[in-house]
């Protein structure tokens, strides 16, 4: 263990201050081309596609499928820890309004879930490709396939760290009194335990696997930690711009500033992703051993 987190220190470490500089302005001059804007406003698109299925599939999961009411509880405070106020509560109460209407879980939500969610992973693997020095894409067909895969392995990662958080919430709440501060912190903590290593998790999957050829371990293990980090960061730094930013996308989009609202979140996001996948590709070199490379292209596709 030792020897692998040393390894993948020496590949990361900034040799100097300058040379940590000059990372950081090679992946802003990157972001900064028209190109990787394409995909991230794909990406973000086909997010706000998928996002009410992906919830409703997971909370009639939690209601239905699993008895679990904290579960479903604790998806509902994810989704105000991502879109604070108004959004983040509408959004949870829709989601409690369409289970009401429909019931138990519905083919027509997983088909839904599927083919929107598959949406989000092509223009992200042309968009890994590129930063990995890919040159051939998947055929349709294997992209949905791969992605298929990623959406069942990362709703899997989802719904255990949800399930986790709700039932310790759910133990803790016989403890302490309903609506206290204790309950709020512990919510709040239990749920980063859990879903901070999903998120990174999800991550490592997705530059991993989705690439169409062999990507770096030593590089994207990291890669996966950072960009996780990074992504809650901004979650929180999100938080305190929201006043302002809500006044803003109500004035100029009215009732649409909540459909705007998870494009805008979705498209940093997906530029971050982006972003580390650009940093872990500068770094790859020929192969030494079996630390370098992933599992590599599915067969039939090179």
Known sequence: MNGLL????????????????????RTVH???ETEVH??????AANVLLAFMPFLVVMAS???????????????????????????????????????????PLQLTSMFLLFFTANGIFEPLEVALNRA????TNRSYFRNQ??????????????MISTVF???NVSLISRLVPA????????????????????LILCLFLVYWLLPNGPVPIRRIVPTAILVGLLLELLKNINLLLWPFLQKKLLSEYSAFYMSVSIILFSFVGSMVVLGGAEWAARGAHPPKNALDYSLGPVAGDT
Not at 38 to 43: E, H, K, L, M, P
Not at 132 to 135: H, N, P, T, V, W
């Open 6 to 25: 040393g390894s993948v220190w020496n590949e990361i470490r900034p040799r100097s201050l300058d040379a940590a500089w000059a990372s950081v302005k």
């Open 38 to 43: 394409v995909y991230g406003f794909s990406i």
């Open 179 to 198: 609506n206290s501060f204790l309950l709020a912190w512990s919510t709040l903590i239990l749920f980063k335990i859990a879903a901070v290593p999903a």
């Open 30 to 32: 990157y972001l900064m």
């Open 145 to 158: 396939l791969i992605s298929l895969g990623l959406i069942f392995a990362c709703g899997i990662l989802f």
């Open 61 to 103: 999961l939690c209601r239905h499928v699993f008895g679990l009411p904290a579960a479903e509880q604790a998806l509902y405070f994810a989704v105000r820890d991502i879109f604070p106020d108004d959004v983040g509560k509408a959004i949870s109460f829709r989601v409690q309004e369409l289970l009401y209407i429909r019931g």
């Open 165 to 167: 958080t709700g039932m």
């Open 132 to 135: 990995f020095s890919i040159r």
